[in-house]
């Protein structure tokens, strides 16, 4: 089997605010300036950007959600399970892997605005994806959930918002 701690050592990741470790491998030179943004943004903001994302074993992506689209694509290791909590459709979840047969997608558009996790299903292994987001990522556009207010607005889901979740008070 494949050292995890090996891939991040050799692809440089680092420690992710949301859990898991990451690295930034492309930013577009090429800029769109603020007047031509949405209004949720802040500022001026690269084309599109993309990184490597890592979780291993226990690992968890928290909760949270961006301004722009992002785009995961699985590259290797075992199935991940991304959940999805959106005002018009509820709860959903998709498996992110390469076992097309058991319904696994090895790509997965996360719309800006949707607050989503990330889990291992084989807490014994790890995953490797790369992330793209486009208008590019930003800290100012990322925002944890806070598992109180996802708890009001999705009561059936509060095991998994308490579980998923980096803030949460209860």
Request: glycine residues 8%; contains cysteine.
């Given at each position: 089997?494949?050292d995890?701690?090996?891939?991040?050592?050799?692809l440089?990741l680092?420690?992710?605010?949301?859990?898991?470790?990451?690295?930034?491998?492309?930013?577009?030179?090429?800029?769109?300036?603020?007047?031509?943004?949405?209004?949720?943004?802040?500022?001026?903001?690269s084309?599109?950007?993309?990184?490597?994302?890592?979780?291993?074993?226990?690992?968890?992506?928290?909760?949270?959600?961006?301004?722009?689209?992002?785009i995961?694509?699985?590259?290797t290791?075992?199935?991940i399970?991304?959940?999805?909590?959106?005002?018009?459709?509820?709860?959903?979840?998709?498996?992110?892997?390469?076992?097309?047969?058991?319904?696994?997608?090895?790509q997965?558009?996360?719309?800006?605005g949707?607050?989503?996790?990330?889990?291992?299903?084989d807490?014994?292994?790890?995953?490797?994806?790369?992330?793209t987001?486009?208008p590019g990522?930003d800290?100012?556009?990322?925002?944890?959930?806070?598992?109180?207010?996802?708890?009001?607005?999705?009561?059936?889901?509060a095991?998994?918002?308490?579980?998923?979740?980096?803030?949460?008070?209860?």
């Amino acid at each position: 089997m494949i050292d995890p701690f090996e891939i991040v050592k050799l692809l440089k990741l680092i420690p992710h605010p949301e859990g898991g470790y990451y690295r930034e491998v492309y930013r577009s030179g090429e800029i769109l300036n603020r007047e031509a943004l949405p209004s949720r943004y802040n500022g001026d903001r690269s084309l599109s950007t993309s990184i490597y994302y890592m979780l291993i074993g226990e690992q968890i992506s928290h909760f949270h959600r961006l301004k722009s689209d992002e785009i995961w694509h699985f590259n290797t290791g075992t199935t991940i399970i991304l959940h999805f909590l959106d005002k018009k459709s509820g709860y959903q979840k998709i498996n992110l892997g390469n076992n097309l047969h058991l319904n696994e997608r090895p790509q997965c558009i996360i719309k800006q605005g949707i607050y989503f996790s990330a889990e291992l299903t084989d807490k014994n292994s790890f995953a490797l994806i790369g992330c793209t987001v486009a208008p590019g990522f930003d800290f100012d556009d990322f925002e944890f959930a806070i598992g109180e207010s996802l708890i009001k607005l999705f009561p059936d889901q509060a095991n998994l918002i308490k579980r998923l979740s980096k803030y949460t008070i209860l």
